[in-house]
RNA sequence: GGGCCCGUAGCUCAGCCUGGUAGAGCGGCGGGCUUUUAACCCGUAGGUCCCGGGUUCAAAUCCCGGCGGGCCCGCCA
């Protein structure tokens, strides 16, 4: 909608408003705590809605089919859908102003008793009704929707109206949000709430958003990690903390990466690396039985990306199901077809040549237990295994020889541990399909991490990787200020040298670690890529709320 | 930063290759219709063919540049 538009829809509404009104205020049976849920209406027998009673509800009119003296129209609420049944016999003129002047995409208050009409569908037959508020704009049929992904990331509003899907996807969002919640505080967690606007900015590597804070005339940053701050707290004596917190990292924008995202920060006092994994994968199993009803899900994988392995070491009967699943899927669930033995050859020869045919990208729905315990497995062996690595003896230009090849530059120099990190993620991480955690990091790629207690060269930290994505990320955390104080000045020599990205020193928070922090475990959860495995969306923009656009009036 | 693709009515799209009157369905508006559910039937309005330039007698169509978007690669430890 342009300028232009927008004057249109105004006019429309001084021409309407004239004639009655449009958006009146509400009281008595239209208030919400007066209405029974669409929701529970249509699930019959609940305790609180009775068919001998009248039931009362409100929602967004999604179409309209008008017969004379007899309508119905469909009234949407949060998602669920029920009919209503006007006749003239009952409302009389209230009948002509309602043919007259209800259009679809208007909120409507309706009360009437249910029953069933000859096709057997649950309606309501409407005896009294009102308009709570006009849609101006003609909305579409929403079998059509929209589709071009510009208008419906400008305009979400309308996506959620007109796609039951995107509904979906952030209804699911947020039932997530508030089950790491409960999860969280049932396990006696505080949930903390940190700076958004710091100093310095610290926790992770990344390229901040500056900004300007005129009470002092500094300039400071918005964080890229709650990290620095909850373990300060830590320090202050409590014992668990969490934050669920949006981070900001000014950098670009691809279908695992948003410059605002929502991260997921836990702490432990007196734990370790292994402490955080079980919670970690405790928090995402309980998320799957509350959300799926089971450990099993199912996400769309790029075989392209992950190899063909996934497919092998599955019978011939699951390949089966599997891809008819995803042909299913792409149809948007609509046309159902089998595959023949034929078929199904044809995709074993060659997946990815199969599936950009079929579905147009190289993708296959598998199948993902999130029951745990996840598996761990150390780096080092996944480098010698994937890639004949032996990092102890491996010549360095071997390595540089390597991450040469898939156009990998190090910025601020060459650092071994960084370089055999960088080999497992451009080489190993995309093939990490099940539930995985990598363990035991090379030391000078985890400047806040702590030594692992079995060999110095290591820290204890570890990665959790589902669906080929890196979920999560945790340490035992670094609680001697000698050494943090150590790799800080490391990562400032790096960031002399050019890499941009190294993390900035943070020497209150060295002071804050000669006060004496608790041995501790720290955990950071990637919310929105979680939520995508949940979804099946492969994409990141569609399972946030309101992803970002470039600014444009339209 | 590099590559591929897309931009036409409110929406979903056809037309573009091969230059010659701007199209369809849905939606909107008007009329009809008492058990429909993608309701149906009749009628009707609706366009900066993303923007700018070029070639041409003539450009939605061909060429160049830009803007916006999607996907892939690189970067994001």
Not at 35 to 47: G, K, Q, Y
Not at 399 to 417: A, F, N, P
Not at 435 to 449: E, H, N, R, W
């Amino acid at each position: 909608m342009g300028l232009s538009e927008l004057g249109q829809c105004i006019e429309h509404y001084v021409a309407e408003s004239s004639k009655y009104r449009l958006f009146p205020y509400i009281s008595g049976d239209e208030k919400y705590s007066e209405l029974d849920s669409i929701a529970e209406v249509i699930s019959e027998n609940t305790p609180t809605v009775r068919w001998e009673r009248e039931v009362r509800v409100a929602g967004r009119v999604m179409a309209l089919r008008i017969h004379g003296a007899l309508a119905f129209a469909d009234l949407v609420n949060e998602g669920y859908r029920i009919q209503l049944y006007l006749t003239k016999d009952a409302l009389k003129e209230s009948y002509d102003w309602f043919t007259d002047n209800v259009r679809r995409g208007d909120i409507l208050w309706a009360k009437g008793k249910l029953f069933r009409t000859r096709r057997g569908e649950l309606s309501i037959n409407v005896s009294q009704y009102s308009l709570l508020a006009k849609s101006l704009i003609a909305l579409q049929h929403t079998w059509i929707g929209i589709e071009d992904p510009e208008l419906r990331y400008r305009k979400r509003y309308l996506d959620l109206v007109l796609n039951k899907e995107s509904f979906e996807v952030l209804k699911a969002r947020f039932n997530i949000l508030k089950e790491i919640r409960l999860r969280m505080y049932q396990q006696g967690f505080y949930e903390a709430d940190t700076p958004i606007i710091q100093p310095i900015y610290g926790g992770a590597a990344a390229n901040p958003f500056k900004t300007f804070v005129n009470a002092f005339s500094e300039e400071w940053y918005l964080r890229i990690a709650p990290e620095l701050y909850l373990k300060r707290l830590l320090v202050g004596g409590f014992n668990k903390v969490f934050e669920v917190a949006k981070v900001f990292r000014n950098e670009d924008i691809d279908v695992t990466h948003h410059p605002e995202f929502t991260m997921m920060e836990a702490y432990i006092a007196y734990a370790n690396y292994e402490d955080m994994m079980e919670l970690a994968e405790e928090l995402i199993h309980s998320i799957a039985v509350k959300l799926v009803g089971s450990s099993i899900i199912r996400y769309p994988i790029d075989i392209e990306k992950c190899g063909r392995g996934v497919i092998d070491e599955m019978d011939d009967d699951v390949v089966a199901e599997l891809l008819e699943y995803t042909l299913w899927s792409y149809s948007g669930f609509r046309k159902k077809q089998g595959v023949s033995k034929s078929d199904l050859d044809e995709f074993k020869k060659d997946p990815v040549g199969y599936l950009y045919k079929a579905v147009g990208e190289p993708r296959l729905y598998v199948e993902l237990d999130l029951k745990p315990p996840y598996p761990k497995v150390k780096l080092l062996e996944l480098l010698k295994e994937h890639l004949g690595i032996d990092p102890d003896t491996a010549p360095d230009e071997h390595l540089i020889k390597l991450l040469e090849e898939k156009q990998v530059v190090l910025k601020g120099g060459y650092s071994r541990d960084i370089a055999l990190v960088k080999l497992f993620e451009h080489y190993i991480e995309k093939s990490l399909v099940k539930p995985v955690f990598v363990i035991d990091y090379p030391k000078g790629s985890s400047p806040l991490a702590k030594p692992h207690r079995a060999d110095p060269r290591l820290v204890e930290r570890f990665e959790l990787f589902i669906g080929g994505m890196e979920i999560a990320n945790g340490y035992t955390e670094q609680n001697n200020p000698y050494e943090q104080y150590i790799a800080f000045r490391d990562q400032e020599e790096r960031r002399r040298l050019g890499d941009v990205e190294a993390q900035e020193a943070d020497y209150d928070f060295v002071e804050a670690l000669c006060v004496g922090m608790p041995p501790a475990g720290g955990i950071g959860i990637g919310v929105d890529r979680l939520i995508m495995l949940f979804t099946g969306k492969t994409s990141i923009k569609e399972v946030m709320p309101f992803p970002m656009v470039k600014k444009r009036f339209k």
